[in-house]
């Protein structure tokens, strides 16, 4: 796996050598899964994934923003965003990762 950044072909290296797939299986399969998820998303469903996070769109409202370089007013359209909220459990799993080790 790459440091720093994990990508579709790093999960699908993994599926080959944890499940015993073959790379193309692999590769189809994380494909699929990932397209669900996006899927799901457009139909404006919230996608949870136990042990690791909901992600769900929010619609946000027209508002004025300011530019905080000049501070020049500037209206911000309304539009639709995507949030990932991370479960207990992935929060809990990253925290005890940055915990001193004794």
Known sequence: MSIGTVTRADLAESLYREI?????????LVESIINH???ALIRGETVKLAGFGTFSLRDKN???GRNPKTGQTV????????????????????????????
């Open 62 to 64: 027209e508002r004025v």
């Open 75 to 102: 209206q911000i359209t309304s539009r639709r965003v995507l949030v990932f909220k991370p479960s207990q459990v992935l929060r809990e799993r990253v925290d005890s990762s940055l915990s001193p080790k004794p």
């Open 37 to 39: 998820v996006i899927d």
């Open 20 to 28: 015993g797939l073959s790379r193309s299986e692999s590769a189809q």
